[in-house]
């Protein structure tokens, strides 16, 4: 399994934004993350990265969607 970087969208920035609470239901954004999240396979792209045993690790590709 590849290494990711780890990502948490309950997180806040220098503004002071809660990414998680951004995404209010009924809203393209709020859709948009249910289906990557729950609905659509990465798996494919998954076998190009091989740094589960060493290197950088890399973004998870859901968090670049």
Known sequence: ???????DYDQS??????????????TFEFTLHKLID???DLSAFQDKYKNNKGGRSANDLAILL
Not at 1 to 7: D, E, L, N
């Open 1 to 7: 399994m590849p290494h990711f970087k780890t990502y």
């Open 13 to 26: 920035a220098m503004v002071v934004i809660n990414f998680e609470e951004q995404l209010q239901p009924n």
């Open 38 to 40: 729950d609905h659509i």
